[in-house]
Nanobody, 122 residues
Framework: VQLQASGGGLVQPGGSLRLSCAAS??????IGWFRQAPGKERKFVAR????????SYEDSVKGRFTISRDNAKNTVYLQMNNLKPEDTAHYFC??????????????????WGQGTQVTVSS
């Protein structure tokens, strides 16, 4: 599985960005987005189950971020609205192809993209 994340950038507080994660290769169970700020651990943001479309979000992004998928394009999107300075981080998408770890844990995913930087600042 190969993952290509894109769509990051610099945005003012209250602004919006849409991240994309294009996936190729073998089938996968779920795609997740994680973020990592300098000096901090990688944290769960959102995930979508590829078959059912079921979604899950970290509490601080609920109501502001929306994860969706386009099956035909094998692409997952993360629409981020009302961005805050604390959303500043490097965002990674990851694919889960198996295993027993939870989809909210980085260890639950077997493949990772290179990530894209999101900076929220005035």
């Amino acid at each position: 599985v190969q993952l290509q994340a894109s769509g990051g950038g610099l945005v003012q507080p209250g602004g919006s960005l849409r991240l994309s994660c294009a996936a190729s290769g073998s089938s996968f169970n779920a795609i997740g987005w994680f973020r990592q700020a300098p000096g901090k651990e990688r944290k769960f943001v959102a995930r979508i189950m590829w078959g059912s479309g079921s979604t899950s979000y970290e509490d601080s992004v609920k109501g502001r971020f929306t994860i969706s998928r386009d099956n035909a394009k094998n692409t997952v999107y993360l629409q981020m609205n009302n961005l805050k300075p604390e959303d500043t981080a490097h965002y990674f998408c990851a694919a889960k192809t198996g295993g027993h770890y939870s989809t909210v844990l980085p260890r639950g995913y077997q493949y990772w993209g290179q990530g894209t930087q999101v900076t929220v600042s005035s």
